[in-house]
Nanobody
Framework: VQLVESGGGMVQPGGSLRLSCAASGFTFRDSAMSWFRQAPGKERELAACIAQRYGTAKYKDTVRGRFTISRDNSKDELYLQMNSLNAEDTGLYYC????????????WGQGTQVTVPS
């Protein structure tokens, strides 16, 4: 299993970023895919998850309405469109793969850094 994130960077408050995750080594369409994030000194937390069958998405309350998770099963890619970013969104963002959005993922990427200065 390989999960490779890209698209992180530094953006001013109110700006946008789009993260991508290229997946390989497993059947992408059969996996629930998620984005977790970890801010300095804090625990890793779920930002968004998208189910495998109907693409049902769930979001952390503080990102709902600003972030959109999506997937392209023809390309084995996962995305996270992030709008109206603020300093609290700063962290290392991980792509993860699992069996359900209700369970912890089985596999993780290395992460991509998102920084929003205060």
């Amino acid at each position: 299993v390989q999960l490779v994130e890209s698209g992180g960077g530094m953006v001013q408050p109110g700006g946008s970023l789009r993260l991508s995750c290229a997946a390989s080594g497993f059947t992408f369409r059969d996996s629930a895919m998620s984005w977790f994030r970890q801010a300095p000194g804090k625990e890793r937390e779920l930002a968004a998850c998208i189910a495998q069958r109907y693409g049902t998405a769930k979001y952390k309350d503080t990102v709902r309405g600003r972030f959109t998770i999506s997937r392209d099963n023809s390309k084995d890619e996962l995305y996270l469109q992030m709008n109206s970013l603020n300093a609290e969104d700063t962290g290392l963002y991980y792509c993860a793969r699992g069996w359900s959005c209700s369970r912890m993922p089985e596999d993780w990427g290395q992460g991509t850094q998102v920084t929003v200065p205060s």
